[in-house]
């Protein structure tokens, strides 16, 4: 795959879009040269470092589609396509077009998997950070949905600025927030730990419900009648945050297991 990463870029091909190996098969022997060789021995070496193979690439895929990720994004774990699934589930049972927003986008890669598959809904993807946010709208630009997703800079605490950007009521929420708690660093792999941005992992506080607090508060506020948030949870807090929605006067309709 390192190979055809190098090569692929001088053959035209686009990476994110053909099978690597198809790169080779299609253009027959293909000899590497200087460049690409120092490019190689370079990627190589991030490997054999720990470096992910998604952050030597420079892309993800998921739910079947390529994702670019950057130093502010998450990887996209298979584990978060339960989540698309239960809100395509969730769609097709709606007879009208439904808006989304998406908290915490990252690379957008739950709002964008939801959009691709369903072509009558829209949507919004919030994050604080910059990085993310053009990191998502490159994602949608790639993947020939920015017509249908836009993405803003905005904190979950302020919404109003999220309701700004939206402009109205949205049917559906999605959020992936971070909850692994503080306890729980030494845990990870090391991977994890060094290449992926702490924001994005750890909840601020010890009982790991800060985010999904905060969650809930934009849902009491953004969410038409009728409405629907989805969330990824905390296997082992699970019934802390049902509660917390609760809080927002929030009913929990199901909890489904992920991958994991």
């Not at 109003?160 to 792999?189: M, Q, V």
Request: net charge neutral.
């Amino acid at each position: 795959r390192l190979v055809a990463h190098v090569v692929g870029k001088r053959l035209g091909y686009k990476e994110t879009q053909h099978d690597p190996l198809a790169v080779t098969l299609a253009s027959g022997d293909v000899a590497i040269v200087e460049d690409e060789l120092l490019a190689l021995e370079n990627l190589v070496k991030q490997r054999q470092n720990g470096v992910p193979l998604a952050r030597v690439l420079g892309w993800k895929e998921f739910y079947g589609l390529p994702f670019y990720v950057s130093a502010g994004t998450l990887v996209p774990r298979p584990d978060s396509e339960t989540l698309v699934d239960t809100t395509l589930a969730h769609i097709g049972e709606s007879t009208g077009p439904l808006r989304i927003l998406d908290l915490g986008t990252g690379s957008g890669c739950l709002l964008l998997s939801v959009l691709a598959n369903a072509p009558r809904c829209s949507g919004v993807g919030v994050d604080v950070q910059l990085d993310c946010v053009r990191t998502a709208r490159r994602n949608a630009s790639e993947l020939g949905l920015a017509k249908r997703a836009a993405f803003s800079v905005s904190s979950w605490d302020c919404a109003d600025s999220i309701n700004t950007s939206f402009a109205g009521k949205c049917d559906i929420i999605l959020a992936n927030p971070p909850y692994i708690l503080p306890r729980e660093r030494s845990e990870l792999p090391l991977p994890v730990l060094k290449h992926d941005p702490p924001v994005a992992l750890f909840s601020r506080d010890d009982a790991g419900l800060a985010e999904y607090a905060r969650v809930f508060a934009v849902a009491q506020k953004m969410l038409a009648r009728g409405g629907v948030c989805f969330v990824e949870m905390h296997p082992y807090n699970v019934d802390r945050i049902i509660h917390a929605a609760s809080l927002r006067c929030l009913s929990v309709h199901e909890v489904k297991p992920d991958l994991a």
